[in-house]
C-alpha cells in the first residue's frame, strides 16, 4: 500500500511541476525555437558529407 501511495504522490508532484512549468504550449514553442535554430546553425545545408 505505502508503494502506491509513494506513485500517486510523486505522479501529482510531476504534474505539478510540469504545470509550473508552462505546460504543453510552453514545450511546444522550445521546440519548435530549438529545432529552428539548429536548422539555422548548418554551415552547408545542400551539401552531402
Do not use: C, E, Q
Amino acid at each position: 500500500m505505502r508503494d502506491w501511495i509513494a506513485i500517486l504522490i510523486l505522479y501529482v508532484l510531476a504534474l505539478g511541476l510540469f504545470r509550473v512549468l508552462g505546460g504543453l504550449g510552453s514545450a511546444a514553442d522550445a521546440f519548435r525555437r530549438w529545432g529552428g535554430h539548429s536548422a539555422g546553425t548548418r554551415a552547408h545545408p545542400g551539401s552531402s558529407g
